[in-house]
């Protein structure tokens, strides 16, 4: 008999858009290190690779400063706008009850550039020092000083490995959170009150308000996925507090409900770059390790489906 072939789904992927992607000179330089040649000597080699990450690095602090010009280009736009209308948001436009009025006079890209450009400056002075003192020998010790390089600063190893921590420090704890499921539950139990546990809800489901009523056990699960509580309390094998829990799920559940209501407005998820598609899914809970741009793309539509 013949088979039927079973139509593939195929997810919706609009034009790359430029209110939902920020300009490609953001992002770090391509990295690209000569091979080593078979008639040419390891130390002049080595050399030659510490000039091509010498001159990667000074590309990327070029691009931190030019990505701060433009930054402060739409924060000055932003608060002019915001001016004119003080008190509310741009009506009928979806998110508007997240956003504030500044959030709303800007693009997804510019607000993700404004908060990037941000960080990247305070790492800058740190990071400039390093690249004075080290030289051609940085590339060597950055891969365990990531906290203080700028985003078009790291190299790919670096990022890389940074991700691998993540994901298998998340795959520990869900380990750790199945054997202590029954003790967290009991901890937040009244005795003799026969009080039923919560539903464990989806990260993009809870609202802020939503977040002081969580039990511990849910709290820890979120906080788990959305990597929102310091490694330190692993290292002591402590679980944390839920005031600790709360102040870091509602921080990272305000900037993803703005993101999220960002990127509804300004196009939808389809038209993010594979780049965006990445950090989305990164910042989201989901792997990305040896994933297809098709996996990444799958994950953010299961999130905005259940939104």
Request: aromatic residues 8%; proline residues 7%.
């Amino acid at each position: 008999p013949t088979k039927t072939a079973q139509p593939s789904t195929i997810l919706p992927h609009t034009q790359w858009n430029p209110k939902l992607n920020p300009p490609s000179e953001t992002y770090a330089p391509p990295l690209e290190v000569p091979a080593r040649r078979p008639d040419q000597s390891y130390a002049s080699w080595l050399w030659g690779a510490g000039r091509t990450y010498i001159q990667f690095y000074k590309t990327g602090i070029k691009r931190v400063r030019s990505t701060a010009k433009l930054a402060k280009t739409w924060r000055t736009a932003m608060k002019e706008a915001s001016a004119k209308s003080p008190s509310t948001s741009p009506s009928g436009q979806e998110g508007s009850s997240i956003l504030s009025p500044r959030e709303s006079a800007i693009t997804r890209a510019q607000w993700q550039v404004i908060l990037r450009s941000r960080k990247d400056m305070l790492r800058l002075p740190v990071f400039g020092i390093l690249l004075l003192v080290m030289g051609e020998w940085l590339p060597f010790l950055v891969i365990w000083l990531t906290p203080v390089v700028p985003e078009s600063c790291r190299i790919p190893a670096q990022v890389e490995r940074e991700q691998t921590k993540k994901e298998t420090r998340r795959r520990e704890r869900e380990r750790r959170l199945a054997l202590d499921a029954h003790r967290l539950l009991a901890r937040d139990r009244k005795v003799g009150t026969g009080q039923a546990a919560q539903a464990i809800p989806s990260p993009q489901a809870v609202q802020l308000d939503d977040v002081k009523r969580l039990d511990l056990l849910s709290l820890l699960t979120l906080s788990t996925k959305l990597d929102t509580h310091s490694k330190f309390w692993d290292f002591l094998f402590i679980t944390p507090p839920k005031g600790v829990l709360r102040w870091g799920l509602q921080r990272q559940l305000s900037y993803l409900h703005k993101d999220d209501a960002l990127i509804q407005r300004d196009g939808g998820w389809q038209g993010l770059g594979k780049e965006e598609v990445q950090r989305a899914c990164v910042e989201r809970g989901f792997d990305v390790l040896g994933k297809s741009e098709g996996d990444m793309r799958k994950a953010l539509a299961g999130w905005y489906a259940r939104k």
